[in-house]
């Protein structure tokens, strides 16, 4: 389990997070979503003992950040968001040196299982330098977990990505979250619908929203909108003056979209309105926020 409680770092003036809280259980892939500048790296950083924060506490497996680096160190993979390497290395060999310096003793082993479960196996004859971007991100991974952390801490892990590397590397990190807690940052919503079962939306150093991706889906930000299809034309004046909508815009044809008040659903009023004006209604959809347009709603 990670605790972070009451977060604050300043980098001098500034003020880089300010007073984040949240918890993360096991089992959990949690992206944390925000802008550049958003204060997600520094966040990182603080958890993985890299720098220390202004205020608060941060504990990892209930060891303190302050009282136990080595420990939290010990039960973390991070991979920071430049994933340094050493590119005169073949990865067997980095793996190894990796391995060595958290003193592993069944060294042979992890480094075969971190290149099997990453993918690496094809591109064994290169040296790190040689690698695409994709075989280096899973270079990366790999050297995140090969001392079988319960806890991943992922920085723009998918970021430079082709299409085809990014589906991959998605599948790695789906499939290591069934077991361990993994937090990963990105600036992208898809990649949250693709891999998080929760996001922690954080901007300007402050968290605007944590919960399921499916939850800030559905909550009412901006309140419902519907689209409506009518068999012929219909006023907008009258459509606007039906209780609860806000905000009517046609769109094409005979088909309007309706912004209604906070959570009101205006589906049977709607329906109702139609018959007493002798409209007929083809259809009523009732449209899904996309995750996108909730990060905006959110951090402007
Ligand atoms: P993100 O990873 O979300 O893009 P960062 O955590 O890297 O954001 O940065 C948050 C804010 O803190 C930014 O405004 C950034 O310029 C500032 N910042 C980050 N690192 C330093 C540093 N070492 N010194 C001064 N300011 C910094
Ligand atoms: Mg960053």
Same mark, same amino acid.
């Given at each position: ?261 906070? /959570?009101? /659903? ?35």
């Amino acid at each position: 389990m990670i605790t972070v409680s009451n977060v604050t770092k300043r980098y001098g003036e500034q003020l880089a997070l300010d007073n984040v809280s949240f918890n993360i259980e096991p089992g959990e892939i949690v992206g944390l979503l925000g802008p550049n500048g958003a204060g997600k790296s520094t966040l990182m950083k603080i958890i993985t003992c890299f720098i220390p924060p202004s205020d608060g506490e941060v504990t990892v497996c209930g060891h303190s950040i302050f009282d136990a680096p080595q420990e939290v160190c010990r039960h973390i993979g991070y991979l920071p968001e430049h994933n340094p390497l050493y590119t005169e290395m073949y990865i067997p060999e980095f793996l190894q040196f990796i391995a060595g310096t958290y003193g592993l003793r069944n060294v042979k082993e992890r480094v075969e299982a971190m290149i099997q479960l990453t993918g690496l196996t094809p591109e064994l004859g290169k040296r790190i330098g040689a690698l695409s971007k994709g075989y280096r991100q899973r270079v990366g991974l790999a050297q995140a977990m090969i001392h079988d952390p319960e806890v991943l801490i992922l920085d723009e892990p998918t970021t430079g990505l082709d299409p085809n590397q990014l589906e991959e590397i998605r599948r790695v990190i789906r499939n290591v979250g069934k077991t361990k807690i993994v937090l990963l940052s990105t600036h992208i919503m898809q990649e949250v619908e693709a891999m998080c079962s929760r996001a922690i939306i954080i901007n300007h150093g402050k968290i605007v929203a944590d919960n399921s991706a499916t939850e800030l889906k559905s909550q009412e930000l901006s309140g419902n909108r519907y689209t409506v299809e009518f068999d012929g034309a219909v006023d907008i004046d009258k459509l606007r003056h039906i209780e609860g909508v806000i905000k009517v815009q046609h769109l094409q044809g005979h088909t309007y979209s309706l912004q209604a008040k906070g /959570d009101t /659903d205006i589906r049977k009023r709607l329906f109702q309105w139609a018959v007493d004006q002798h409209y007929t209604v083809l259809t009523i959809q009732k449209e899904q926020e996309s995750l996108e347009h909730v990060f905006q709603q959110l951090t402007h």
